[in-house]
């Protein structure tokens, strides 16, 4: 009979796993939970610089809650997912406002907090303070759902539900950091999507998707849905002085409270542009608007072909909602936030 689980995992881990992660020296409450929330939708290669520069630049969770969002989202920009940097930012003012500045170490507590959810809590509750709680994220989903042959796509509430049974199930009473660390290593370098490496994995013996042959069978796939597409227009609006109007977005929706050159639902239309702007107080030049060439760019739930329009107005005029706007150069912009896709179209933009 094979040892339990955890015994298993953790001297595979002991020799085999990850130990330099930035985020494990020191384990502090704060970077645990910044490099969880970061991890989300990010693979650890990724997120490694964005997190070393989010530390340079916020040190603390004090730092993070005093700072402006902006720079919070100029520090994010090109992780994507930036409902996760709203939420970082809600987050660590709630801790400063509400708990003296310190993450809780009730279970409760820290799940109330903005943007931590169950397993998010439970990881930063095990590893930074040794605590027993377990976690779910992707690659432990993994993991499990092949070691126990749990039919369905992890999404659905009652494959997930057999999903945490077994996690807590296989909690060891000990080294939880280490534990934790561990299955997440686990999915991340043997137990992968595709060619896993069960050969070498220390929980094989019992594994029961490799005993039955079905490891490709597990994780259960999400069900299909057709991939919507979508076009828009990129209203790239210059002034006389050549700065180039930027809005900030709406809280909700894509590129939530970044900025942004103005966006239009659907394809280039006739003059429909010109008369935006002049409802915007915004005078155009007569000279035709020049097209520039369309950017692809892939939404979780849909694609988005954008179309960048260049305009010039007589002068900046007088914007309604007027801390909605700014005017800025290009080099100016790059200290704001912007998406990726719309920082990478910026630096190739020709001069005014």
């Not at 597409?229 to 180039?244: D, P, T």
């Not at 909700?252 to 942004?260: A, H, K, M």
């Not at 429909?272 to 915007?280: K, N, T």
Request: aromatic share 8%.
């Amino acid at each position: 009979m094979p040892a339990p689980f955890a015994e298993r995992l953790l001297a595979w881990f002991d020799i085999h796993g990850r130990h330099d992660l930035p985020w494990q020296h020191p384990r502090d409450p704060y970077r645990v939970w910044l490099a969880e929330v970061m991890l989300q939708q990010t693979q650890v290669t990724t997120v490694i610089p964005y997190f070393e520069r989010f530390l340079k630049r916020f040190p603390t969770v004090q730092s993070l809650a005093a700072a402006p969002l902006d720079d919070v989202l100029a520090q994010w920009a090109g992780l994507g997912y930036y409902a996760r940097a709203r939420n970082l930012h809600r987050c660590a003012q709630a801790v400063v406002d509400t708990h003296d500045g310190r993450f809780p170490r009730d279970f409760d507590a820290i799940v109330q907090l903005p943007g931590i959810g169950r397993s998010t809590a439970g990881a930063i509750l095990a590893q930074a303070y040794g605590e027993r709680h377990a976690i779910l994220d992707g690659n432990v989903r993994r993991v499990l759902a092949r070691h126990g042959a749990i039919d369905g796509w992890p999404g659905q509430p009652k494959v997930q539900a057999q999903l945490w049974t077994l996690s807590e199930r296989y909690l060891p009473q000990k080294r939880l950091a280490d534990y934790t660390q561990a299955i997440m290593d686990l999915g991340a370098t043997l137990c992968l999507a595709r060619a896993p490496q069960c050969l070498i994995c220390p929980v094989a013996a019992d594994c029961r998707a490799r005993t039955d042959g079905t490891v490709a069978r597990f994780p259960g796939p999400k069900p299909k849905r057709a991939r919507p597409s979508r076009e828009a227009r990129l209203l790239l609006i210059r002034n006389a002085q050549g700065a180039l109007l930027l809005e900030r977005r709406p809280p909700v929706g894509i590129w939530g409270s970044l900025w942004s050159p103005p966006v239009l639902d659907g394809a280039p239309a006739t003059d429909d542009e010109r008369l935006w702007c002049q409802q915007q107080g915004l005078s155009p030049l007569d000279a035709a608007t020049r097209a520039l060439p369309a950017v692809a760019h892939a939404f979780t739930h849909y694609d988005l072909t954008l179309h960048p329009l260049e305009l010039q107005v007589h002068e900046p005029g007088v914007l309604h909602e007027s801390g909605r706007w700014r005017w800025v150069t290009i080099p100016d912009s790059k200290s704001l936030g912007l998406p990726a896709p719309i920082r990478k179209l910026l630096d190739r933009l020709p001069p005014p």
